[in-house]
């Protein structure tokens, strides 16, 4: 999409050189994802939000699941749960990760529905990583809920149960996803300009 026909924060002009997918266009797949999950889930569902990339896409997800009502036409009861997970940059054979969430609080997960809540699925390692990790602690199910799957060569062949976009192998930022941190506050999702990227670039 053209860039100038969008509003874009005063502090990004510049720093983005395209629109990829609009924030209307996101929200109204959201809304869909949200009648689709709603037709498969009949009791207490633990939504689980992977921060903090996944925060907007969880939001407004849980705003959508609220409204609308399961093929029992009743509205399903949803338990929130949030997580953040590291991924081991360095570690490129078994993709392990750091998961923040206490012994306790996983183990509270037993026998409970649970639909993790992520951003974007790369190379699939962090998500491959974190199911792996959840395995032993006995849920009734778990699906994964992705806004974005990108399309790379360098995927481990893991597809979430729902899937907003599939995206091109380029770095994307807004709607919460950052590049170091920046430009979570940008509401449309779009690709960093060579200025944005040497303005926000760090060196840690
Ligand atoms: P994976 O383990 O699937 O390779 O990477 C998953 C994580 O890397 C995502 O949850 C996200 O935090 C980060 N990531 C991967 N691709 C992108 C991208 O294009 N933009 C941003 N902002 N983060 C990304
Ligand atoms: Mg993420
Ligand atoms: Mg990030």
Excluded: W
Excluded at 16 to 41: C, F, T
Excluded at 82 to 108: P, Q, W
Excluded at 174 to 181: F, I, R, T
């Amino acid at each position: 999409y053209n860039i100038e026909h969008f509003v874009i924060p005063e502090h990004y002009e510049g720093d983005v050189s395209n629109v990829l997918i609009p924030h209307g266009l996101i929200l109204d797949r959201i809304e869909k994802l949200a009648r689709q999950i709603l037709s498969q889930y009949t009791d207490r569902l633990v939504v689980c939000c992977v921060l903090k990339g996944g925060h907007q896409f969880f939001a407004d997800l849980v705003g959508f699941l609220k409204k609308y009502t399961t093929k029992e036409g009743k509205h399903l009861p949803i338990a929130l749960d949030f997580i953040r997970v590291k991924s081991y940059e360095n570690d490129t054979s078994s993709g392990s990760v750091h998961i923040s969430m206490s012994e306790k609080e996983l183990k509270a997960l037993k026998g409970r529905d649970v639909l993790i809540v992520e951003d974007i699925i790369d190379t699939g390692r962090t998500m491959v990583a974190l199911l792996d990790h959840l395995k032993k602690y006995e849920l009734k199910s778990i699906k994964v809920a992705s806004l974005f799957v990108k399309r790379t060569h360098l995927s481990n062949g893991f597809t979430p149960e729902y899937v907003g976009f599939s995206v091109p192998d380029v770095f994307i930022v807004g709607y919460c996803l950052d590049y170091n941190d920046y430009f979570r506050d940008l509401d449309h999702v779009c690709s960093i300009s060579p200025a944005g990227q040497k303005k926000y670039f760090s060196v840690d």
